[in-house]
Nanobody
Framework: QVQLVESGGGLVQAGGSLNLSCAAS????????VGWFRQAPGKERDLVAA????????YYVDSVKGRFTISRDNAKDIMYLQMTSLEPEDTAVYYC???????????????????WGKGTLVTVSS
């Protein structure tokens, strides 16, 4: 079992920045890939960014490339998402997710992930 707990969400003005964290426990953190999904009201949960077990490989959806940075610290069992130049369209609940077997990051979707956190709300005002 893997437990994931997100933190760092909040309200920020457009153009601002936020840093999200995802603390993991219950298994060997460095043995699985992790990523961030987001779900806006009335929309599906979509992949935002993902990072391999070692941190050597990352994936970003086109809409956040150049603005968001995903990273992980395997010594601390924590994953991060640094978000800059935030836009109102980034408003959503952000979820941390773990994948134990499919390491092709660009193929992930919400239905295939093995573990989820409960989410943290990010609101970007215009």
């Amino acid at each position: 079992q893997v437990q994931l707990v997100e933190s760092g969400g909040g309200l920020v003005q457009a153009g601002g920045s936020l840093n999200l964290s995802c603390a993991a426990s219950g298994s060997i953190f460095s043995s699985y890939a992790v990523g961030w999904f987001r779900q806006a009201p009335g929309k599906e949960r979509d992949l935002v960014a993902a990072i391999s077990w070692s941190g050597a490989s990352t994936y970003y959806v086109d809409s956040v490339k150049g603005r968001f940075t995903i990273s992980r610290d395997n010594a601390k069992d924590i994953m991060y998402l640094q978000m800059t130049s935030l836009e109102p369209e980034d408003t959503a609940v952000y979820y941390c997710a773990a994948e134990l077997t499919n390491f092709r990051l660009n193929t992930w979707d919400a239905h295939g992930m093995d573990y989820w956190g409960k989410g943290t709300l990010v609101t970007v005002s215009s």
